[in-house]
Nanobody
């Protein structure tokens, strides 16, 4: 069983930065990608960014391009999300996810395992 544990969320002023971490444990042989989704109150969970585990190819949603950077440490089985120039509209619960079979990164149904979420709040 795969477990994903997020950390690093918190309260930050607009324009500030946060770095989220997602530590994975358990079975990894079917891991093809890891990524981040976010869900704001009253809204559906939406794709933020993904990274393929083998090659490190990255895929970003347009709203975070140039501000967010995903990276991975394969030895630590950890994925990071560096968030710069944060905006109030980035406020959400951020969820780490793992894709076991290659699918559509932007579709939450393509992701098999999920973390518990970490709150990111950006004040104006």
């Amino acid at each position: 069983q795969v477990q994903l544990v997020e950390s690093g969320g918190g309260l930050v002023q607009a324009g500030g930065s946060l770095r989220l971490s997602c530590a994975a444990s358990g079975r990894t042989f079917r891991r093809v990608a890891m990524g981040w989704f976010r869900q704001a109150p009253g809204k559906e969970r939406q794709f933020v960014v993904g990274i393929t585990w083998s090659s490190g190819s990255t895929y970003y949603t347009d709203s975070v391009k140039g501000r967010f950077t995903i990276s991975r440490d394969k030895a630590k089985e950890t994925v990071y999300l560096q968030m710069n120039s944060l905006k109030p509209e980035d406020t959400a619960v951020y969820y780490c996810a793992q894709m076991g079979q290659l699918g559509s990164m932007g579709d939450a149904r393509s992701w098999e395992y999920w973390g518990q979420g970490t709150q990111v709040t950006v004040s104006s």
